[in-house]
């Protein structure tokens, strides 16, 4: 099983940025897809980013493209979600996820149906 933990959420102002992690302290998360959803109150968690195993393949959604970038660190089993630009629409719980298809070596996409493991997610707020 494989347990992930996100850190580096908080309050920011219009325009600020943050830098979001996803660690596990288990399983290689190289081996695997990872996504980055987020959930606003009241409405649907939604895809914002991925990278597939490989780090060959990215992918954002239209409202972050240009300001969000995600990468991952395989010495430290890390990935990270840089967070540019921010805007109130923003705000909201960030959660990191995994995914092993058959095509996660070299691509990924933004259905969280695909993603089996999730964390507890992190708060980002942005407010001035």
């Known amino acids: 099983q494989v347990q992930l933990v996100e850190s580096g959420g908080g309050l920011v102002q219009p325009g600020g940025s943050l830098r979001l992690s996803c660690a596990s302290s288990?399983?290689?998360?190289?081996?695997?897809?990872i996504g980055w959803f987020r959930q606003a109150p009241g409405k649907e968690r939604e895809g914002v980013s991925c990278i597939s195993s490989s780090d060959s393949s990215t992918a954002y959604a239209d409202s972050v493209k240009g300001r969000f970038t995600i990468s991952r660190d395989n010495g430290k089993n890390t990935v990270y979600l840089q967070l540019n630009s921010l805007e109130p629409s923003d705000t909201a719980i960030y959660y990191c996820?995994?995914?092993?298809?058959?095509?996660?070596?070299?691509?990924?996409?933004?259905?969280?149906?695909?993603?089996?493991?999730w964390g507890q997610g992190t708060q980002v707020t942005v407010s001035s």
């Open positions: 996820a995994t995914a092993m298809t058959s095509y996660s070596d070299y691509e990924c996409r933004l259905a969280r149906s695909e993603y089996n493991y």
């Open positions: 288990g399983a290689s998360l190289g081996y695997y897809a």
